[in-house]
C-alpha cells in the first residue's frame, strides 16, 4: 500500500509530466492505453492512448501551463492503486494580449496500472473560466 507522502509525490510527477516542454517524462509516468479524462463544467474531454494524450498537452502547453500544483486533501483507496486528491494550482494563461495568472482549483481521481496512471480523471472547478470570458470575451481584441 502506498503512503500518503508517496502518493503525493506519485501525483504531482504525473501531473508534471504533462506540463513539461517535450513531455520527456510522459512516457515514464503514464501507461501506453492510459486514458486522461477533463470535465470543466459544462465540458467532458477524453484521449486515449498515450499518443493521444502527447497530442493534446502539446497543443495546449503554448496556451496554459502550471505553475504552483498543491496537492489539499489526499485519500488513498484500493490498497494504495487509486488515489482522490483535492488541488489548488496556479495557471499561467499565455494567449497573447489576455496573459494573466489564474488561480485554479478541482478534484483529481488516478487508477495506477503497473505502477503507471492508467486513468487520470480531473475535476476543474469553471469559476475561474467564466471569469476570464466576462471579463474580457475570448473573441474581442483586448482593451
Same mark, same amino acid.
Given at each position: 500500500?502506498?503512503?500518503?507522502?508517496? =502518493?503525493?509525490?506519485?501525483? *504531482?510527477? $504525473?501531473? %508534471? #509530466? &504533462?506540463?513539461?516542454?517535450?513531455? =520527456?517524462?510522459?512516457?515514464? *509516468?503514464? $501507461?501506453? %492505453? #492510459? &486514458?486522461?479524462?477533463?470535465?470543466?463544467?459544462?465540458?467532458?474531454?477524453?484521449?486515449?492512448?498515450?499518443?493521444?494524450?502527447?497530442?493534446?498537452?502539446?497543443?495546449?502547453?503554448?496556451?496554459?501551463?502550471?505553475?504552483?500544483?498543491?496537492?489539499?486533501?489526499?485519500?488513498?483507496?484500493?490498497?494504495?492503486?487509486?488515489?482522490?486528491?483535492?488541488?489548488?494550482?496556479?495557471?499561467?494563461?499565455?494567449?497573447?494580449?489576455?496573459?494573466?495568472?489564474?488561480?485554479?482549483?478541482?478534484?483529481?481521481?488516478?487508477?495506477?496500472?503497473?505502477?503507471?496512471?492508467?486513468?487520470?480523471?480531473?475535476?476543474?472547478?469553471?469559476?475561474?473560466?467564466?471569469?476570464?470570458?466576462?471579463?474580457?470575451?475570448?473573441?474581442?481584441?483586448?482593451?
Amino acid at each position: 500500500m502506498a503512503s500518503q507522502e508517496e =502518493a503525493k509525490q506519485f501525483l *504531482l510527477k $504525473a501531473w %508534471d #509530466a &504533462v506540463w513539461v516542454p517535450g513531455l =520527456a517524462t510522459l512516457s515514464e *509516468l503514464y $501507461a501506453e %492505453d #492510459a &486514458v486522461v479524462l477533463g470535465f470543466s463544467p459544462p465540458k467532458q474531454q477524453t484521449w486515449s492512448g498515450i499518443d493521444n494524450i502527447r497530442v493534446h498537452f502539446k497543443e495546449i502547453q503554448p496556451i496554459v501551463g502550471s505553475t504552483a500544483l498543491k496537492i489539499t486533501n489526499l485519500d488513498i483507496v484500493n490498497d494504495g492503486s487509486a488515489f482522490y486528491a483535492t488541488w489548488e494550482d496556479v495557471f499561467e494563461v499565455k494567449i497573447p494580449g489576455r496573459e494573466r495568472l489564474m488561480d485554479q482549483r478541482g478534484i483529481i481521481h488516478c487508477v495506477r496500472k503497473d505502477g503507471k496512471v492508467g486513468i487520470w480523471t480531473m475535476y476543474e472547478d469553471p469559476t475561474p473560466f467564466v471569469e476570464m470570458a466576462i471579463n474580457r470575451p475570448f473573441g474581442l481584441p483586448p482593451a
